[in-house]
């Protein structure tokens, strides 16, 4: 897109928004795309099983993201006030820096065979490693159009666990097969894959094989963003830029010491990536699940991102985290609203996908951390969740904002409050 800037957005109706996305982005049927049931629930029912109906959930878009010198408004599909916001205040920040800049390594992801009951599990490893090329020749025989599409199984290991456990239970073999999965997440790839493996395993090892299935710690398919702010630009009302940046570098550390403060902080990264994984129709909880392991994988859970101050003082910020994403398969197309959101980031592959979620993460941290060095995060959280309150106690139209701004300078955000301040607009009239 030619700008991800588009001044006042945030004041306009829902209906002008739609107007102008469809013109920025062609879109020339809009009933369906921006309808009120954009999932059918006939389609919905061949999604899963026991279908009663659909659960709609906010599409915003968070605007002003420079991601490597291109321009991109980023679709989030979530409930909570703030993160749209949040995201796209600090995307306008970065945006004054040179935007963000990302990367990300091959898209291998990792199929696991576990074989348990050898007799000899170094002589099973040895003959799984001697058979490795025909092993890996025969995954691509199972899924022949990953190979035509440029990926297919390229690589096999083997790890033996437990090695000196005196349980029978607990020693085992592991077969690690790693897959090219191209532009799909790869989870049925894969587990075609490694279920095709498993016959050849179990004869190779002498040993019995139970669990044939994916890793969602996809750390050989990881996506890095970086920004870097000078201080001038972190200035805010009441703080100079140097005590934002200072603030941000020690509330980083206190998330990289502490548990506690980890799991806090990790999940506002995961506000801004999380509702980018569901609007595009991915899987968020083998993001999450991958992302938090990732936090660990030096023996203890840490920060996901890392605050610093670079030799010219300027606010050093980086990211990076396994994404088991993708743009082809899965709800990626069957959802309209999916294939909605892919088209509004220009339909990226995977890759370029995965590192507009590891950007968006950064921001959504930097805002999150910004607003709690100064004011605190529930100033701008009041003024939002003021709206869902005056909407949950009836409010329409125009009395929506107004309700919420008696709410904001009563400091009572109550749905209590809300119906008294209506009742009392019902008495004026
Ligand atoms: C709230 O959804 C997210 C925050 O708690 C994140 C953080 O504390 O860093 C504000």
Known sequence: METSRIPGFYNMTVEERREIIAKLYNI??????????????????????????????PLGLGLNFLINGQEYAVPMAIEEASVVASASYIAKIVRGAGG?????????????IQVVGCEDIYAAKRAVLEAKESLIQAANAAYPSMVARGGGAEGLDVRILNEDASSAYSQ??????????CDAM????????????????????????YLRILSNYADRCLAHAKCVIPPKLLKSEGFSGEEVRDGVVHAYEFAASDPYRAVTHNKGIMNGIDPIVIATGNDWRAVEAGAHAYAARDGHYGSMTSWTVDGEGNLVGELELPMSIGTVGG????HPMAK??????GNPSASELAQIMVAVGLAQNLGALKALVTDGIQKGHMALHSRSVAIAAGATGEMID???????????????KAEEIMETYKDDR
Do not use: C, W
């Open 28 to 57: 020339t049927d809009r009933s369906q795309l921006f309808s009120e049931q954009p999932l059918k629930t006939e389609t919905a029912d061949k999604m899963i099983e026991n279908v009663i109906g659909t659960f709609p959930l």
């Open 100 to 112: 963000f800049q990302t990367e990300a390594t091959e898209r291998i992801m990792i199929g696991q």
């Open 172 to 181: 085992m073999l592991v077969v690690h097969l790693y897959v090219d999965t």
């Open 186 to 209: 790869g989870a049925n790839i894969i587990n075609t894959m490694v279920e095709a493996l498993a016959p050849t395993v179990e004869e190779l090892t002498n040993g019995k094989v």
């Open 331 to 334: 709800a990626t197309r069957v």
């Open 340 to 345: 909605l959101a892919l088209d509004i980031l």
């Open 402 to 416: 107004i309700v919420a701004e008696k709410l904001v300078q009563l400091k009572e955000i109550r749905v209590g």
